[in-house]
């Protein structure tokens, strides 16, 4: 199994969500992110004083997924919050041992 | 005199407007506070609501309005707890000149008492012992407001009854000296005393949530109908006046400090307006019966221009005014009083009334400065050493609304607890 995690942004995630509901994955995690890559942050003006922002909101999804599916549902997150421009985030997988299902307490695969 | 009521329910309504402008600054400086330390920002206003409350009944109308000591204060024995300033001998209530109760103007001036004490705590927001701010509150409000509340308004020395009125009779309609400069010389002494914020120019301070702030200039704008509107002390065109002035200077401050940001920053801010709007409001009070709508423009304009450029004081000479009262109720109190000179319609520069009363405006506002600033600092430097202005700096690192008053304003990720004690 495989953790997949994409760092997009957020205004990217109905569509993100969309796509990946259409490749048949049934679950997500969604939370709020900030970080930045290559782009800059931005500039807040208050009272005249200036505040460089460096951290800028982003939003992380997360996708648990059989070894099979990992590849796969990479490119459908990539192809779904990509813009073009700078800042659009990363996507990455990551191994994961072993998934439990909380309500019925089945292992593996079977849980996803 | 006879009973007047409309003029009686005006007051009454004036001084609930005054009293709104209080919680309405809390939220104004809450929202421009960080996240951590909101609820200490909008206590240090209950606070002074409560402290000054009780003392205005006290001493502090005696103080302002009672016979005269040597022209800085009125006899706080005089009319201790409202004794005499109720009824008559014959047991009716005492009417003033304007057909009001005098009982109804004691609670419209104990409420520009409050809100005067509360606008200091933006200087010293999120660094200061609550306690202490108590205290101070007390004493401010005795040794600083009240005294200068008889000065201009009582018959005392700025006022025109006073040696400079042979110059021209002083002008001060709402409280640009009594209230304003009073208040931002205050804070200018304090936050030299107390001190910067820790991170004060290295971290970022910014607003936590100005929808708040925006919220609390709306408030104080509605108030200040009272605040302003009230000092005609009765229903007539006096009050019709300032409330035109009132609105005209406002919207045009607001105008002057959102093109000051455009063409400095490049962006017209929200903060900017609602910043705009307490100078424009701040710049009329004491010229808000004297000049002409159409003067009231210039007011306006003016104050938004150079309260815009005056919050940057701070950066560049180094101190922690946190929230910038210097920098619009000192700036814009000290040109609202001056701008009487230049543009009364009857004794100003503009409408060919000489220097006379612009010299007049001038002495009152450099005495109410100094007199402020030298109570003030008698007053932060006695309770240094004694009760202790600053809060620790690990109260002050993670947030002073824990640390002292044991709460939080907003949730963020905890784990759940459980009653462990209930007090009853």
Same mark, same amino acid.
Request: proline fraction near 3%.
């Given at each position: ?112 | ?73 009125? @006899? ?15 047991? @009716? ?88 400069? @009073? ?44 605040? @302003? ?196």
């Amino acid at each position: 199994m495989k953790l997949v995690t994409g760092v997009i942004q957020p205004h990217r995630l109905d569509d993100v969500k969309s796509a990946l509901e259409a490749a048949g994955v049934r679950g997500m995690t969604v939370s709020e992110a900030s970080g930045y890559g290559r782009q800059k942050g931005h500039t807040e003006v208050y009272r005249g004083a200036e505040y460089t922002v460096d951290l800028v909101p982003k939003v992380r999804v997360e996708i648990l997924v059989s070894d099979a599916d990992a590849a796969a549902i990479v490119d459908v997150v990539v192809g779904a919050a990509q813009t073009g421009k700078i800042g659009d985030g990363k996507v990455w997988t990551v191994p994961v041992d072993d998934v439990a299902r909380v309500r019925t307490g089945e292992h593996g695969d079977a849980a996803l | 005199m006879e009973l007047d009521t409309g003029a009686t329910a005006w007051m009454l309504t004036s001084a609930s407007l005054v009293l709104l402008m209080t919680p309405g600054l809390a939220l104004f400086y809450g929202g421009m506070v960080r996240g951590k330390s909101v609820l200490n920002m909008m206590m240090m206003s209950f606070g002074a609501i409560a402290v000054t409350g009780v003392i205005y009944v006290l001493w502090g109308w005696s103080m302002s309005y009672g016979s005269d000591i040597g022209g800085i204060i009125g @006899n706080p024995f005089d009319q201790f707890a409202l004794q005499g300033a109720i009824y008559d001998e014959a047991g @009716n209530f005492l009417i003033d000149d304007f057909g009001v109760p005098g009982i109804v103007g004691v609670g419209f001036q104990a409420t520009f008492a409050i809100i005067t004490v509360a606008l200091i705590s933006g200087a010293i927001a999120d660094r200061v012992k609550f306690g202490t701010w108590m205290v101070f509150a007390g004493l401010w409000v005795t040794f600083a407001y009240f005294p200068m509340a008889h000065m201009v308004w009582g018959g005392g020395l700025l006022s025109g009854d006073g040696p400079f009125a042979s110059i021209a009779a002083p002008i001060d309609f709402a409280g640009g000296t009594v209230v304003h400069i @009073n208040a931002g010389a205050a804070a200018l002494v304090l936050a030299l005393v107390v001190g910067k914020r820790k991170g004060f120019g290295t971290e970022p301070m910014r607003p936590h949530n100005l929808t708040l702030v925006m919220l609390g200039a709306a408030l104080l704008w509605f108030g200040w109908f009272g605040f @302003n509107g009230g000092s005609a002390f009765t229903a007539d065109g006096f009050a019709g006046l300032a409330w035109v002035n009132t609105t005209t200077a406002t919207a045009a401050a607001v105008i002057g400090w959102l093109v000051v940001e455009k063409l400095r920053d490049g962006s017209a801010t929200s903060l900017g307006a609602a910043s705009g709007v307490v100078a424009g409001l701040v710049a009329i009070t004491p010229a808000a019966g004297s000049v002409s709508p159409f003067g009231s423009i210039f007011v306006g304009v003016i104050a938004g221009v150079l309260s815009a450029y005056a919050v940057g004081l701070k950066y560049k000479l180094g101190y922690d005014d946190s929230l910038d009262v210097v920098g619009v109720h000192l700036v814009a109190g000290l040109w609202g009083t001056l701008s009487i000179g230049f543009l009364a319609t009857e004794t100003g520069l503009f409408y060919g009334g000489g220097v006379n009363q612009l010299a007049v405006q001038a002495i009152i506002a450099v005495v109410a400065v100094v007199f402020s600033a030298v109570v003030t600092f008698v007053l932060a430097i006695i309770l240094k050493p004694t009760l202790g202005w600053r809060v620790s700096e690990e109260a002050e690192v993670n947030g002073i609304d824990l640390a002292v008053h044991s709460e939080s304003a907003y949730e963020g990720i905890q784990s759940g607890s459980v009653i462990k004690e209930v007090r009853a």
